[in-house]
């Protein structure tokens, strides 16, 4: 199996660690790099009113936050060892900012890559930005 670098999965690890997920008590954490190699993390955060944040929009909020626009690698980490796959909602979110070549990478706790996505094998035939008029 694939392994990323230990750098990575101590920075998913703290996410993980730091997620409030006082609800679901499912607590994910996500880290979205860019071509230039920039890295950002995110975890979720859970409201009593169950409409809280996933791991990977507060990554892509602090993403877009730096003024980087174009996603290269998505890491995905769950409380488990078992697959956990970013949500529907989070799908359109990295659509919006990958590219055909962008990697979605699902993690264990170790660093293994437990499977590898590209964006048509996670949303396919996806609704982009390029299926809107143009202004």
Same mark, same amino acid.
């Given at each position: 199996m694939t392994q990323v670098n230990q750098a990575l999965v101590d920075t998913l690890l703290n996410a993980l660690n730091n997620a409030y997920a006082p609800y679901s008590h499912h607590p994910v954490a996500a880290v979205m790099e860019c071509s230039d190699g920039q890295q950002f993390a995110g975890t979720n955060v859970e409201v009593a009113h169950y409409k809280g944040l996933c791991a990977e929009g507060s990554a892509i909020a602090a993403m877009i936050t730096a003024g980087q626009r174009e996603l290269a690698k998505v890491y995905v980490m769950g409380p488990g060892e078992h697959? =956990?796959?970013?949500?529907?909602? =989070?799908?359109?979110?990295?659509?919006?900012?990958?590219t055909p070549d962008t990697q979605i990478m699902v993690l264990s706790h170790q660093g293994e890559v437990l499977k590898t996505y590209s964006m048509e094998t996670l949303l396919p035939d996806a609704f982009g930005p390029e299926n809107l008029p143009s202004r």
């Open positions: 697959l =956990c796959t970013p949500c529907g909602d =989070c799908r359109q979110r990295i659509r919006e900012f990958a």
